[in-house]
Protein backbone atom coordinates (compact mmCIF):
# COMPACT_ATOMS: atom_id res chain seq x y z
CA UNK A 1 0.00 0.00 0.00
CA UNK A 2 1.23 3.85 -1.40
CA UNK A 3 -0.33 6.48 0.96
CA UNK A 4 -0.05 10.14 -0.44
CA UNK A 5 -1.14 12.82 2.27
CA UNK A 6 -2.68 15.90 0.90
CA UNK A 7 -2.68 19.09 2.63
CA UNK A 8 -2.80 22.58 2.27
CA UNK A 9 -4.87 25.44 3.65
CA UNK A 10 -8.80 26.50 4.20
CA UNK A 11 -10.44 26.84 0.68
CA UNK A 12 -7.04 26.07 -1.47
CA UNK A 13 -8.87 22.87 -3.38
CA UNK A 14 -7.91 19.65 -1.20
CA UNK A 15 -11.03 18.23 -1.76
CA UNK A 16 -10.74 18.99 -5.61
CA UNK A 17 -7.48 17.17 -5.80
CA UNK A 18 -8.76 14.73 -3.29
CA UNK A 19 -11.44 13.48 -5.71
CA UNK A 20 -9.47 14.13 -8.90
CA UNK A 21 -7.23 11.52 -7.64
CA UNK A 22 -10.22 9.23 -6.40
CA UNK A 23 -11.48 9.51 -10.09
CA UNK A 24 -8.10 8.28 -11.61
CA UNK A 25 -8.30 4.99 -9.50
CA UNK A 26 -7.23 5.94 -5.78
CA UNK A 27 -8.46 5.44 -2.94
CA UNK A 28 -9.27 8.29 -0.80
CA UNK A 29 -10.05 9.09 2.52
CA UNK A 30 -11.11 12.50 3.70
CA UNK A 31 -10.24 13.45 7.43
CA UNK A 32 -12.83 16.24 7.25
CA UNK A 33 -15.41 14.01 6.81
CA UNK A 34 -14.38 11.87 9.29
CA UNK A 35 -14.32 15.29 11.83
CA UNK A 36 -17.81 15.11 11.15
CA UNK A 37 -18.36 11.73 11.48
CA UNK A 38 -16.85 11.70 14.85
CA UNK A 39 -19.03 14.28 16.25
CA UNK A 40 -22.36 13.12 15.27
CA UNK A 41 -25.22 13.06 18.71
CA UNK A 42 -24.17 11.17 21.55
CA UNK A 43 -20.81 9.66 20.50
CA UNK A 44 -18.17 9.96 22.72
CA UNK A 45 -16.42 12.94 21.06
CA UNK A 46 -19.47 14.47 21.14
CA UNK A 47 -20.28 13.81 24.76
CA UNK A 48 -16.68 15.52 25.70
CA UNK A 49 -17.72 18.43 23.58
CA UNK A 50 -20.83 19.34 24.79
CA UNK A 51 -19.60 18.14 28.42
CA UNK A 52 -16.63 20.82 28.19
CA UNK A 53 -18.40 23.83 25.74
CA UNK A 54 -22.06 23.58 27.36
CA UNK A 55 -25.62 22.74 25.68
CA UNK A 56 -25.71 25.65 23.85
CA UNK A 57 -23.91 24.79 21.10
CA UNK A 58 -26.07 21.74 20.49
CA UNK A 59 -29.36 22.33 18.04
CA UNK A 60 -32.28 20.79 18.76
CA UNK A 61 -31.97 17.29 16.30
CA UNK A 62 -28.21 17.04 19.00
CA UNK A 63 -26.06 18.26 16.62
CA UNK A 64 -23.13 20.16 17.03
CA UNK A 65 -23.96 23.83 15.80
CA UNK A 66 -20.76 23.74 13.99
CA UNK A 67 -20.67 27.60 12.98
CA UNK A 68 -21.05 28.26 17.22
CA UNK A 69 -18.20 26.42 17.75
CA UNK A 70 -16.09 27.53 15.43
CA UNK A 71 -16.69 30.87 16.65
CA UNK A 72 -15.59 29.88 20.17
CA UNK A 73 -12.51 28.09 19.42
CA UNK A 74 -11.16 31.59 17.07
CA UNK A 75 -11.45 34.16 19.90
CA UNK A 76 -10.10 31.30 22.61
CA UNK A 77 -6.64 29.08 21.09
CA UNK A 78 -6.87 27.32 24.70
CA UNK A 79 -10.52 26.20 23.67
CA UNK A 80 -9.09 25.34 20.54
CA UNK A 81 -6.45 23.14 21.52
CA UNK A 82 -8.91 21.51 23.88
CA UNK A 83 -11.57 20.46 20.91
CA UNK A 84 -8.49 19.34 18.90
CA UNK A 85 -7.56 17.35 21.44
CA UNK A 86 -10.86 15.68 21.27
CA UNK A 87 -11.56 15.33 17.75
CA UNK A 88 -7.97 14.61 16.00
CA UNK A 89 -7.50 10.98 17.71
CA UNK A 90 -10.91 9.75 17.08
CA UNK A 91 -10.55 10.87 13.71
CA UNK A 92 -6.66 9.03 12.97
CA UNK A 93 -8.20 5.87 14.67
CA UNK A 94 -11.16 6.33 12.04
CA UNK A 95 -8.52 6.61 8.92
CA UNK A 96 -6.49 3.85 10.24
CA UNK A 97 -9.86 1.61 10.26
CA UNK A 98 -10.42 2.61 6.81
CA UNK A 99 -7.21 2.05 5.87
CA UNK A 100 -7.42 -1.51 7.38
CA UNK A 101 -10.60 -1.76 5.47
CA UNK A 102 -8.98 -1.37 2.52
CA UNK A 103 -6.00 -3.61 2.84
CA UNK A 104 -8.80 -6.61 3.38
CA UNK A 105 -10.39 -6.00 0.25
CA UNK A 106 -8.08 -4.55 -2.04
CA UNK A 107 -5.90 -7.34 -4.09
CA UNK A 108 -3.23 -5.01 -5.03
CA UNK A 109 -0.69 -4.81 -3.13
CA UNK A 110 0.55 -1.27 -4.64
CA UNK A 111 -2.95 0.00 -4.36
CA UNK A 112 -3.06 4.04 -3.98
CA UNK A 113 -4.52 5.46 -0.94
CA UNK A 114 -4.28 9.59 -1.07
CA UNK A 115 -5.46 10.95 2.75
CA UNK A 116 -6.85 14.59 2.51
CA UNK A 117 -5.29 15.93 6.29
CA UNK A 118 -5.55 19.79 6.35
CA UNK A 119 -3.56 19.88 9.74
CA UNK A 120 -0.66 17.20 8.55
CA UNK A 121 1.66 19.86 8.98
CA UNK A 122 0.65 21.30 12.60
CA UNK A 123 0.30 18.31 14.17
CA UNK A 124 3.33 16.79 13.04
CA UNK A 125 1.33 13.57 11.51
CA UNK A 126 3.81 14.02 8.32
CA UNK A 127 6.65 12.66 11.44
CA UNK A 128 4.69 10.38 13.06
CA UNK A 129 2.73 8.42 10.31
CA UNK A 130 5.62 7.36 7.54
CA UNK A 131 3.37 8.86 4.01
CA UNK A 132 5.19 7.99 0.92
CA UNK A 133 5.02 11.60 -0.12
CA UNK A 134 3.07 14.65 0.94
CA UNK A 135 1.44 16.73 -1.38
CA UNK A 136 0.82 20.19 -0.84
CA UNK A 137 -2.19 22.28 -2.43
CA UNK A 138 -1.63 25.76 -2.92
CA UNK A 139 -2.89 28.96 -4.01
CA UNK A 140 -2.01 32.53 -2.92
CA UNK A 141 -3.51 34.19 0.55
CA UNK A 142 -5.43 36.99 -1.43
CA UNK A 143 -6.85 34.17 -3.83
CA UNK A 144 -7.20 32.17 0.27
CA UNK A 145 -9.47 35.05 1.49
CA UNK A 146 -11.78 35.41 -1.15
CA UNK A 147 -12.86 31.75 -1.39
CA UNK A 148 -13.52 31.50 2.24
CA UNK A 149 -15.67 34.75 2.04
CA UNK A 150 -17.56 33.56 -0.43
CA UNK A 151 -18.05 30.06 1.06
CA UNK A 152 -18.61 31.04 4.88
CA UNK A 153 -20.35 34.55 4.17
CA UNK A 154 -17.75 36.14 5.96
CA UNK A 155 -16.24 39.39 6.52
CA UNK A 156 -12.79 39.97 5.12
CA UNK A 157 -11.64 40.36 8.82
CA UNK A 158 -12.98 37.27 9.55
CA UNK A 159 -11.69 35.13 6.90
CA UNK A 160 -7.82 36.59 7.78
CA UNK A 161 -8.50 35.20 11.19
CA UNK A 162 -9.83 31.55 9.86
CA UNK A 163 -6.84 31.49 7.62
CA UNK A 164 -4.65 32.34 10.27
CA UNK A 165 -5.18 29.68 12.57
CA UNK A 166 -3.17 27.37 10.07
CA UNK A 167 0.47 27.19 9.19
CA UNK A 168 0.92 29.76 6.34
CA UNK A 169 0.78 27.81 2.90
CA UNK A 170 4.32 29.48 1.77
CA UNK A 171 5.64 27.44 5.02
CA UNK A 172 4.13 23.96 4.12
CA UNK A 173 5.95 24.16 1.27
CA UNK A 174 8.90 23.32 2.59
CA UNK A 175 7.21 19.75 3.34
CA UNK A 176 6.18 18.96 0.03
CA UNK A 177 7.41 16.46 -2.17
CA UNK A 178 4.87 17.49 -4.97
CA UNK A 179 3.16 20.96 -4.96
CA UNK A 180 -0.48 21.35 -7.00
CA UNK A 181 -1.29 25.09 -7.75
CA UNK A 182 -5.11 25.73 -7.60
CA UNK A 183 -4.57 29.47 -8.99
CA UNK A 184 -6.37 28.46 -12.12
CA UNK A 185 -9.06 27.13 -13.73
CA UNK A 186 -10.34 23.19 -12.57
CA UNK A 187 -9.27 21.86 -15.91
CA UNK A 188 -5.18 22.65 -15.40
CA UNK A 189 -5.34 21.28 -11.49
CA UNK A 190 -6.73 17.96 -12.92
CA UNK A 191 -3.84 17.46 -15.18
CA UNK A 192 -1.34 18.41 -12.37
CA UNK A 193 -2.93 16.02 -10.15
CA UNK A 194 -2.43 13.13 -13.10
CA UNK A 195 0.76 13.78 -13.50
CA UNK A 196 1.50 13.49 -9.95
CA UNK A 197 -0.90 10.14 -9.35
CA UNK A 198 1.42 8.91 -12.87
CA UNK A 199 4.53 9.71 -10.69
CA UNK A 200 3.29 8.31 -7.70
CA UNK A 201 2.16 5.27 -9.00
CA UNK A 202 4.91 4.31 -10.92
Known amino acids: MRVVGITGGVASG ?4 LSTFMNLGAYGIDCDVLS ?14 VNFFGTGIVRNNL ?3 RKK ?21 EVWMRCMERMEAIEK ?3 NPNVLVVIDVPLLIETGLQKKFEFDKVIVVYVREETQI ?6 EGITKEEAKKMIGI ?12 FVINNEG ?7 QVRKVFEAVSS
Open 146 to 151: RRVMER
Open 166 to 177: QMPLKEKLKFAD
Open 105 to 107: IEA
Open 185 to 191: PREETEK
Open 36 to 49: REVIRPCSKAWWEI
Open 14 to 17: KSLV
Open 69 to 89: LRDIVFRDSEQRKILERIIHP
Open 63 to 65: EID
